[in-house]
């Protein structure tokens, strides 16, 4: 489904650099996310936010910052201090925050070190 | 901790048999199991879901079983084409948190 947008798909980071990935939806939904997918690691929790101005730590949320400013976007800064950067990042929404509602999963941007 | 453990990690199988993919929880207060399919370099999609107060559901050649005592659950995938070949993905919400816990997948391999 088109509802959600990340960008850009491909990114890479040079050392010592901040890089900020962008994820917007259209979906009207109140929660968003992020997760980390790495090989054979299935997917991690780095932050989550239930309402505009308002995020939560995940389970790795160590190197990563986020804002939620409108209800439309969520980006995920990666910051100089998440040494290992590698990986592919998904963001996901759904209608509200609960663990029984269903999450709609964006494209994927996949960032690399230079 | 918390976790979900999903087997096999890898299952390759025949087009037009079965597959099973199984995974299991460590929360007994776990209320919410869906499953997703994610095809490679795509985004994960949702496939189906249960909930704990339903013991099967079917999609046409797709269903999801619980069972709540033995705390696992899993997708049962009949008929299989090689279009099923992807990353399947259990998840569960754990230890009373609002957000979903995944499992690390299943790669299913599906030959013509």
């Known amino acids: 489904d088109g509802g959600i947008t990340q960008s850009p798909k491909y990114l890479f980071r040079k050392e010592g650099q901040n890089v900020t990935l962008s994820c917007e939806q259209n979906l009207n939904h109140d929660a968003m996310y992020w997760y980390r997918q790495d090989p054979g690691q299935g997917l991690r929790l780095i932050y989550y936010?239930?309402?505009?101005?308002?995020?939560q730590k995940g389970d790795i949320a160590e190197g990563y910052s986020v804002s939620r400013e409108k209800k439309e976007s969520f980006p995920l800064t990666v910051t100089s201090a998440q040494k290992n950067p590698t990986a592919f990042y998904l963001c996901?929404?759904?209608?509200?925050?609960?663990?029984?509602?269903?999450?709609?999963f964006g494209d994927g941007t996949r960032l690399s070190i230079l | 901790g918390e976790n979900v453990e999903q087997h096999p990690s890898t299952l390759s199988v025949q087009e037009g048999d079965s597959a099973v993919i199984k995974c299991t929880y460590s929360?007994?207060?776990?209320?919410?199991f869906p499953w997703y399919k994610q095809e490679l370099g795509k985004r994960p999609q949702l496939i189906i879901d249960i909930r704990s107060n339903v013991g099967e559901k079917k999609d046409q050649r797709i269903a999801v079983t619980l069972n709540k005592t033995a705390k696992h659950f899993s997708l049962h995938i009949t008929e299989t084409q090689p279009e099923d070949s992807a990353v399947y993905f259990c998840?569960?919400?754990?230890?009373?948190?609002?957000?979903?816990?995944f499992g690390k997948g299943t790669m299913l391999l599906v030959s013509p």
């Open positions: 998840a569960a919400t754990l230890g009373g948190y609002s957000t979903l816990t």
């Open positions: 996901a929404s759904s209608y509200v925050l609960g663990g029984d509602q269903p999450q709609h």
């Open positions: 936010s239930q309402i505009v101005n308002d995020f």
């Open positions: 929360d007994s207060a776990s209320n919410y």
